[in-house]
């Protein structure tokens, strides 16, 4: 499982271009990710709820990867922050090509987030993976207006 790139709009994993935001699970499997489990909450996806946090974390998850953008515009709620903390989850939320970058370096059983809406993340496919069915992802694609500020919080639940 590799994430190749991030358009405005699209992200690229395994070759196949996905015009929305999608989850990747410990499996492999990309599957859409469920917004309304946060906007409900929120008025916005930009904050995790515990609803969605819940969607998110497989048992056997050591680490879920969020790209949230250049801006860090995603967070996770208090109540998400203390769900993945009890599962003993670690948490990394990073500008969306480092969040690449790192999910496609980590060997660790991973869960990962990807939130259409960026461009071109330049990211070079790594030479060396890990086990692929360890690998899942939560990201963010880069948006254009932001100016790469990191994410404000980066949560290590461990």
């Known amino acids: 499982m590799e994430i190749e790139s991030t358009t405005f709009g699209t992200i690229t994993i395994d070759g196949k271009t996905h015009e929305h935001d999608v989850v990747i699970r410990l499996s492999g499997e990309i599957v859409k990710r469920k917004k309304k489990l946060s906007k409900k909450y929120y008025g916005t996806s930009h904050v995790v709820s515990k609803d969605e946090a819940k969607f998110v974390f497989e048992r056997g998850c050591e680490q879920l990867i969020v790209g949230c953008g250049q801006m860090g515009n995603v967070h996770l709620s208090p109540e998400a922050e203390a769900y993945?903390?009890?599962?003993?989850?670690?948490?990394?939320?990073?500008?969306t090509p480092e969040a690449i970058h790192a999910f496609n370096k980590s060997h660790a059983k991973k869960i990962g987030r990807v939130?259409?809406?960026?461009?071109?993340?330049?990211?070079?496919?790594?030479?060396?993976?890990?086990?692929?069915?360890?690998?899942?992802?939560?990201?963010e694609?880069?948006?254009?207006?932001?100016?790469?500020?990191?994410?404000?919080?980066?949560?290590?639940?461990?």
């Open 141 to 158: 694609p880069r948006r254009p207006d932001c100016d790469g500020a990191r994410p404000a919080i980066t949560v290590h639940a461990r």
């Open 115 to 139: 939130v259409k809406d960026g461009v071109d993340a330049g990211i070079q496919k790594p030479t060396t993976h890990g086990p692929r069915h360890t690998r899942v992802a939560v990201l």
């Open 84 to 95: 993945f903390a009890k599962k003993g989850c670690k948490v990394l939320l990073q500008p």
